[in-house]
């Protein structure tokens, strides 16, 4: 069971980054940074809650993006090498306000961060896609 969970979240988790990817290709001019970093945030907790229940945990989207990194990091120590420190202090509440004066670079730095999660989750779930 917790296989076909983890691969429905996982294929969830793929959705999420090729759309964040894809929010990444329009014009500077039609970027919204709240959408963008809203997809990056979801795209990054599926991706911690898929390799979770691949190894027999249970995580909700409603546990803080830490807490899920640091039960990942329990079971594969190289979850602890990617700082997601800046994308989890941003509540939902205050990400409205950040993200409105946000610069493209700190974007990048955000987007560094999903596809650095994704492989290694892609890796440690043993390639799957």
């Known amino acids: 069971m917790e296989n076909t969970v983890s691969t429905e979240i996982l294929n969830r988790a793929l959705k999420e980054y090729d759309a964040a990817c894809e929010e990444l290709n329009r014009p500077s001019e039609d970027l919204v940074m709240i959408a963008e970093f809203d997809l990056i945030k979801k795209a990054v907790k599926s991706f911690l809650i898929a390799f979770l229940f ?5 995580a909700s989207e409603k546990d803080e993006l830490e807490e899920i990194q640091a039960q990942c990091a329990t079971v594969n ?8 420190t800046d994308l989890s202090i941003l509540s939902d509440e205050s ?7 946000m610069e493209g670079n700190k974007m990048l730095i955000y987007i560094k961060m999903l596809k650095d999660i994704r492989k290694l989750v892609l890796q440690s779930m043993d390639g799957k896609k």
């Not at 691949?54 to 249970?58: A, N, P, Q």
């Not at 120590?77 to 997601?84: C, G, R, S, W």
């Open 95 to 101: 990400s409205h306000i950040v993200t409105n004066n």
């Open 54 to 58: 691949e190894k027999g945990f249970i």
């Open 77 to 84: 120590k190289d979850f602890e090498k990617v700082d997601l």
